[in-house]
């Protein structure tokens, strides 16, 4: 026993340090002791950070609708969206740069597109201004103001198709005539009118910067409209439906005398009988004002009710400006032949096209009744506009329309012009509004030496704009001294103005001054292709289309069901004419 007693004390001493030594060693193996708790401790965290985040993803994606595989899937959209649009990669990049891109379902790449283009329009409108600040040459700086106040209406477009959409009523997305079609279609006009005002002058480094910032919105609002012109096809390939409210508006193409329905009852009643005025001008000044800028200007604001301003008889050489805050206006005249407003500005005189006009329109629901805008810079002088219309869901009644070249801007949005006698020479019926002409004379004069009359030029650069010119029941002709010499001015119905270029003309008497091709070239064969001209059930002499021209785009319509799509109903709507019980053909008549 005490051997082994030796022995087990002798064991548990050996290997024994000194006490200094133990307590360093002592030290050490409590410092790793720490250290592995501690490590143990951080895997522990990150496990449970790891699932935390599954957790919410999961929560997150059922909570969408979405799963998982929600990063494919959102990819898979985006492709689809984009591929629907004519800048596929310009739809790709501008998407995926979005905060979130890869977590947007539909709905949300859909507003997404069309906050980019926004943002666009909005960092664009003050380097604009700057870059006119710069210039010095008037014409440019002229058609850079142009530029400034057309991109200002594109941001208010843009705006108002963003607000449409974000309510995502699908019988108004999904109507060719509906609102953000419309707007969007407007929004690409004014980019482009930009552009072609600046095409016109001098080169210049102010010039190309413009041009280039415009190119890059212009691809961003096209993709935008592509977007919500297939947005019925997008939401069918992904099994979609969204459940919407279901407005007593959304009856798209109500029967009212044939006027669109977007002419209020009130209204209508007003066209019909005699109106009560707000104000009257008159020259003599026995009025509230002499001049009808003045009583424009003291019109209110974004008004929600008829304002009416009386025009007196008389030659008023003014030129006259409805902003867009001037929402429904109503200008009433004496007659079309006693109430006049007349200018003179023209293109050959320095001025740009957009701004010769003697009377333009941009407030929403304008209504002008027996009055005539008429521009005497006469045909040597050129582009010389007498009415520019920018004015949605506009209305013009018994109305004369008179200049040479280029006399009606129906520029864009919906436009109705009823009973009004329209003459010129060269394009004198241009723009790249939705626009139909019913019971209308329009009448072709003598131009300038060697040149050829042309009644149309529609504008349409885009083939998802929603635009293009209908002529319906109207009688076309030429003035007297035009008929004595049709073999020296010959006159064709349009030529294309852009690649998209749409007119169409039905039920229409046509006189001989009508040249047999019908149609003229604007340069070689330039949207030959890619045109839409059509003539439907016209008759007189010169409607004959034996001889008709046979480019690719042309075609003479025998379906009543195409021809229906470019009456008031379908092409403009009637929502917004029914209220001014002005009588009209909703549809096709003899």
């Not at 005025?277 to 000044?285: E, L, M």
């Not at 070249?405 to 009973?419: A, G, I, P, V």
């Not at 929603?466 to 007297?480: D, L, M, P, V």
Request: glycine share 6%.
């Amino acid at each position: 026993m005490h051997a082994l007693s030796e022995e087990m004390h002798s064991f548990k001493g050996y290997g024994k340090a000194d006490p200094l030594h133990q307590m360093n060693l002592d030290a050490r193996r409590k410092t790793r002791r720490r250290i592995i708790i501690i490590f143990i401790c951080s895997l522990v965290l990150v496990a449970i950070i790891a699932s935390i985040a599954v957790a919410v993803v999961r929560f997150k994606s059922k909570r969408n609708g979405e799963w998982p595989n929600q990063m494919q899937t959102s990819s898979k959209l985006m492709t689809a969206v984009c591929n629907v649009t004519l800048y596929p990669e310009k739809c790709i990049s501008s998407l995926s740069s979005y905060p979130g891109s890869s977590k947007l379902g539909f709905k949300d790449l859909v507003d997404a597109a069309m906050v980019v283009a926004l943002r666009e329009a909005q960092k664009v409108l003050p380097l604009v201004s700057n870059l006119t600040q710069q210039i010095t040459d008037p014409v440019e700086q002229q058609a850079l103001n142009d530029c400034e106040e057309l991109i200002d209406k594109t941001i208010d477009q843009l705006n108002s198709s963003n607000d449409d959409l974000k309510n995502f009523n699908f019988n108004s997305l999904t109507d060719p005539s509906g609102d953000a079609r419309t707007w969007l279609s407007a929004a690409l006009t004014n980019l482009d009118t930009c552009v072609e005002g600046l095409a016109n002058t001098s080169s210049s480094q102010a010039k190309a910067q413009m041009q280039s910032m415009v190119q890059n919105l212009t691809e961003l609002t096209s993709n935008c409209l592509a977007i919500i012109s297939n947005i019925a096809n997008l939401l069918g390939k992904f099994k979609i439906s969204f459940t919407t409210r279901r407005l007593l508006t959304d009856n798209l193409y109500p029967v009212t005398n044939g006027f669109p329905a977007w002419v209020s009852a009130k209204d209508r009643r007003l066209l019909q009988s005699e109106v009560t005025s707000n104000v009257i001008v008159a020259q003599d000044g026995s009025g509230n004002y002499k001049t009808i800028q003045e009583a424009v200007d003291a019109a209110p604001d974004n008004s929600k009710v008829r304002y009416i301003i009386m025009v007196k008889e008389g030659i008023y050489q003014e030129y006259v400006k409805v902003n867009k805050r001037k929402t429904m206006l109503m200008l009433v005249g004496d007659g079309m032949e006693k109430t006049i407003v007349t200018g003179s500005k023209s293109f050959v005189g320095g001025t740009p096209t957009y701004s010769t006009a003697t009377f333009a329109v941009d407030g929403a629901e304008f209504i002008a009744k027996d009055i005539q805008f008429r521009n005497n810079a006469g045909p040597s002088n050129h582009q010389a506009v007498a009415l520019r219309v920018a004015s949605d869901k506009s209305l013009f009644l018994s109305c004369n329309i008179s200049a040479y070249q280029d006399t009606l801007y129906t520029l864009s949005q919906r436009q109705f012009y009823k009973n009004c006698d329209i003459s010129g020479t060269v394009d004198f019926i241009f723009g790249n509004a939705a626009v139909v002409f019913q019971n209308c004379t329009i009448s072709a004069r003598v131009p300038s030496a060697s040149q050829k009359n042309t009644i149309t030029a529609q504008g349409r650069t885009d083939p998802n704009q929603n635009t293009g010119i209908s002529i319906q029941n109207c009688k076309i002709s030429g003035e007297a001294d035009l008929i004595a010499s049709i073999a020296t001015f010959p006159t064709y119905l349009g030529r294309p103005w852009k690649l998209y270029s749409r007119t169409v003309i039905m039920l229409s008497e046509l006189n001989d001054i009508i040249n047999p091709a019908g149609w003229l070239e604007w340069d070689g064969d330039f949207a030959l292709s890619t045109l839409y001209y059509a003539e439907y059930q016209n008759f007189g002499a010169g409607a004959v289309v034996n001889g008709r021209v046979t480019w690719p785009g042309y075609k003479v319509i025998t379906d009543e069901h195409e021809a229906l799509k470019f009456t008031v109903g379908k092409f403009i709507g009637t929502s917004w004419l029914k209220a001014t019980g002005i009588p009209f053909d909703e549809g096709l008549t003899a």
